[in-house]
């Protein structure tokens, strides 16, 4: 496994744990205001948490050098 993986999988392990701590009554919170997504509108805790996963879904193959081309942009 080279550094990056490594890096990787526990930054993913640390994110589960973070989010595993999140109250059930807290996932539809909106953020602050000053919180800046991918848009310019509010989003709640969920939203953000999605955002995230989405976004991590593609590391393992970014790490194996894929692009996102190759493994479909819609994935």
Do not use: C
């Not at 994110?15 to 539809?28: C, E, R």
């Not at 593609?58 to 994935?75: H, N």
């Amino acid at each position: 496994m080279t550094i990056e993986q490594e890096i990787a999988v526990k930054a993913a392990r640390r994110f589960a744990h973070v989010v595993g701590q999140i109250d059930d009554s807290k996932w539809d919170t909106t953020m602050p205001a000053d919180f800046k997504t991918r848009s310019n509108e509010p989003t709640t805790l969920r939203e953000t948490i999605n955002y995230h996963a989405y976004d991590d879904a593609w590391v393992p193959d970014m790490l194996a050098g894929r692009t996102m081309q190759e493994v479909g942009e819609d994935r």
